[in-house]
């Protein structure tokens, strides 16, 4: 039964409306109410919270100019990495997503999905200034490195062999470093890491010093 002169709680977006129905399904006293306006399932509740996590200023990383979500995008709706990062596989760098890129998806999505802030910066900022998207860089090995991703692409090595599982993670970050072997770490893209894996690798992959180093 509803609480007496319990307060009703009011939608105040598509969003709001989800986790208020959330709410209620957790405890059917809840009195909540939902303007027709704001009655609509798009943008979904997965897309409002993974939007929501991915500019969160107390999770680890920085936040990106686009609050982008990659478990909402390759995990959700398993999108190849190499999608949006195109070139991947033939290039030394990795590719990054470029306006066009994403707009060719979202210019096919609902208006009503530009409730959620970031694809109104998309479209807004970067779509109609025609600006190109600033990336935060995460990832980045010296410059006395040599590392081309097309070389372990074609080994057959997947992304999240280096990446980690980026399908799980609304905001990457890198990983703290904690594991060490004979003076170097291992467990992230450094040194010892990488050497443990070519090591490893069933290629037998080069652990010649100037295989790596300049």
Same mark, same amino acid.
């Given at each position: ?101 994403? =707009? +060719? ?5 609902? %208006? ?6 970031? /694809?109104?910066? &998309? @479209?807004?900022? #970067? ?63 450094? =040194? +010892? ?5 070519? %090591? ?6 080069? /652990?010649?010093? &100037? @295989?790596?180093? #300049?």
């Amino acid at each position: 039964m509803p609480l007496a002169n319990a307060e009703v709680l009011v939608a105040g977006s598509v969003c709001e409306a989800h986790e208020l129905r959330f709410e209620q399904e957790q405890d059917p006293r809840l009195q909540i109410e939902i303007p027709p306006e704001f009655a609509g399932k798009w943008p979904s509740r997965a897309a409002c919270l993974s939007a929501k996590a991915a500019w969160d200023l107390e999770a680890p990383g920085p936040n990106q100019p686009i609050p982008f979500s990659h478990k909402h995008h390759s995990g959700a709706f398993a999108i190849d990495c190499q999608y949006c990062h195109s070139g991947t596989s033939v290039s030394a760098a990795a590719g990054m997503p470029s306006v066009e890129v994403c =707009m +060719g998806c979202h210019s096919q999505l609902p %208006k009503e999905y530009d409730e959620i802030e970031g /694809i109104r910066i &998309l @479209k807004q900022d #970067y779509w109609e200034q025609k600006r190109p998207i600033e990336w935060e860089q995460l990832h980045r090995v010296p410059e006395y490195v040599q590392f081309r991703h097309n070389r372990h692409a074609a080994a057959g090595l997947l992304c999240q062999d280096c990446h980690g599982p980026v399908e799980t993670m609304d905001k990457l970050y890198l990983v703290p470093q904690t594991n060490w072997a004979y003076g170097v770490p291992y467990q992230k893209l450094e =040194m +010892g890491w990488c050497v443990n894996c070519h %090591k490893a690798n069933s290629n037998q992959a080069s /652990i010649d010093c &100037l @295989k790596c180093h #300049y």
